[in-house]
């Protein structure tokens, strides 16, 4: 069973850029089942995806964000990235991570870590 | 793309049964068996509920089942039980490669 942390800065200032990094634990992070995503939770409203990343290195992103959004994997490590720049206040959430199962379902997810932005 | 739309809340009492629908702004969900469902109790993360619209994962109730028609898909509880009062999202993979969540929905457990 995978198992996912994420880690990183609890605060950012606005402008700066959000950076952070998940750990995968039970599997490979360059197994052919699986991609790899990074979810976002604004404090008491819904989901919004972010993106995802394949052990390739291919990616997709919300389009909403792409122009601010970087994913990157490293399979030495067996870990993710992301990098978000220009944030705003509006960026303040609990980042997910989570593994995408047959490039459709997220079925394991990290615990959260919530990242605010503010100077 | 527009979140898919669930209604903000939905009641019931224990061992009732109650339906979350999750409807899609144009043909998204009737085009597509990418539906899943995930269940988030507050403060942790979301677990997931059902896949590919009506697959349940190992280890999840039998009591949770999904469906779709036409553009709209839906998750039903059988035998409400106050642990399932948590907030209820559903989520699409599109065509684009892409994933949208459905605005979520508050169930309780009278």
């Known amino acids: 069973q995978l198992q996912l942390q994420e880690s990183g800065p609890g605060l950012v200032k606005p402008s700066e850029t959000l950076s952070l990094s998940c750990s995968v634990s039970?599997?490979?992070?360059?197994?052919?089942?699986?991609?790899w995503g990074w979810i976002r939770q604004p404090p008491g409203k819904g989901l919004e995806w972010i993106g995802s990343?394949?052990?390739?290195?291919?990616?997709d992103y919300n389009p909403s964000l792409k122009s601010r959004v970087t994913m990157s994997v490293d399979t030495s490590k067996n870990r993710f990235s992301l990098k978000l720049s220009s944030v705003t206040a509006a960026d303040t959430a609990v980042y997910f991570c989570?593994?995408?199962?047959?490039?459709?379902?997220?079925?394991?997810w990290g615990q959260g870590t919530l990242v605010t932005v503010s100077s | 793309q527009s979140a898919l739309t669930q209604p903000a809340s939905v009641s019931g009492s224990p061992g009732q049964s109650i339906t979350i629908s999750c409807t899609g702004s144009?043909?998204?969900?009737?085009?597509?068996?990418?539906v899943s469902w995930y269940q988030q109790h507050p403060g942790k993360a979301p677990k997931l509920m059902i896949y590919?619209?009506?697959n349940r994962p190992s280890g999840v109730s039998n009591r949770f089942s999904g469906s779709k028609s036409g553009n709209t898909a839906s998750l039903t509880i059988s035998g409400l039980q106050a642990e399932d009062e948590a907030d209820y999202y559903c989520?699409?993979?599109?065509?684009?490669?892409?994933?949208?969540f459905g605005t979520g929905a508050k169930v309780t457990v009278l």
């Open positions: 989570a593994s995408i199962a047959a490039r459709t379902y997220f079925d394991y």
């Open positions: 039970g599997g490979s992070i360059s197994s052919s089942s699986y991609y």
């Open positions: 990343i394949y052990y390739s290195g291919s990616t």
């Open positions: 144009n043909s998204d969900v009737d085009g597509y068996n990418y």
């Open positions: 590919d619209v009506t």
């Open positions: 989520s699409l993979f599109t065509s684009r490669g892409t994933y949208v």
